[in-house]
């Protein structure tokens, strides 16, 4: 491997040029027109412009990022997350084309990238899923009938969805049929499918993902949870690891799981296995993720690993160069993402940063993709940044990730830096008890 394209934008492209540097392996960056200004585009060995601003004619245009690849002599192709990073058939051109695709197979990518098919295929390898329909429900009738089997309140959602789209609670029936259509709509809009499926809804979870690594010798190992249930809309803002949520065995069930998961469809490469865990600690399989998580630093904070570098490894071809015995929580970790965002509404702030200094402190880890002058454009995903605060405790984590959003200033844009300082000031936070629900309950608190 001696060049990478990366295929993708801001932070995550980055944070796999900082790696592929480290590695002596040159990186090819492609952006689009609003993008052109970027530190990524400067820092990678060369940059390839591949179409204008909305993402379905630049990050998205499969033509246009092979032909870059194909220009610079690329030899492999980095997704890093969102964006073409869980596209089976961006995955498999590249394979087509003599591109290594850094991450999975096509297949395993289509596979989990069903819901319903994951579904199945995790309650066959005995890894515990939440009771649900295990085909789709194309009628507001058949997923009542369903719900009215399972007992409410119950989950609608999307079989081609993530990110908490096309996802719908119903405590009712009522509830159940006003949601179906415009559920279906959202998610044929966002994933070019209108499949739905019905599943319990599990109320106040935890939100616990567990970190894997397969390659292509056989080899699956777990590194370890990252606690995400701090989220608003289904999106996550803040993840920490360990969960102070888990005890010993706890832990070692869930992981267990995960790498049962990771073997069942043959994984290799770096991915997630997500989980909600109720109040007595039971664990539901959620979704496999096929790539590298935007929280991936938790991990590497408290493991002391590079997920990065372990992708490069695997995708070489290569053994692990770890082995599970050596996976050990050395830190505890957190990260906070910091969005240009109104920190009440949750709305995008887009605008000129107009000044930007993140903050500069020991046990503090900055990965971001702006800087003063940079244009935030209503195009892409709001986030900024990434601060990720570590400690030899769970105490002095948070109190370095309180000092670290206090010296960050960032000014001609809205960001949600206030709403951080709250969370981490709150006491339940501070307690290690909260739920999902976390960012809904103190919003009714104030409503």
Known sequence: MRKVLIANRGEIARRIIRTCKAQGVATVAVYSEADRNLPFVREADEAVHIGPPPVPHSYLNVEAIIAAAKETGADAVHPGYGLLSENAAFARRCRDEGLVFIGPSPEVIAQMGDKLTARRVMREAGVPVVPGCEEPVNTPDEAARVAAEIGYPVMLKASAGGGGIGMQICRDEAELRQAFQSARGRAKAYFGSDAMYVEAYVDSPRHIEVQIAGDAHGTVIHLLERECSIQRRHQKVLEESPSPFLDELARQRLCEAAVTAARAV?????????????????????????????????????????????QLEIARGNALPVAQGDVKALRHAIELRVYAEDPVTFLPSPGTITYYRPPQMDGVRVDDGVETGTQVTPFYDPMIAKVIASGTTREEAIQRAREAMRQFEVTGIKTNIPFLLEVLGDEAFRRGVYTTRFVEERKEKTT
């Open 266 to 310: 043959g994984y290799t490469g770096v991915g997630t296995v997500e989980f909600i865990m109720d109040g007595n600690k039971n664990f539901y399989f959620l979704e496999m993720n096929t790539r590298l998580q935007v929280e991936h630093p938790v991990t590497e904070e408290m493991t002391g690993l590079d997920l990065v570098a372990l």
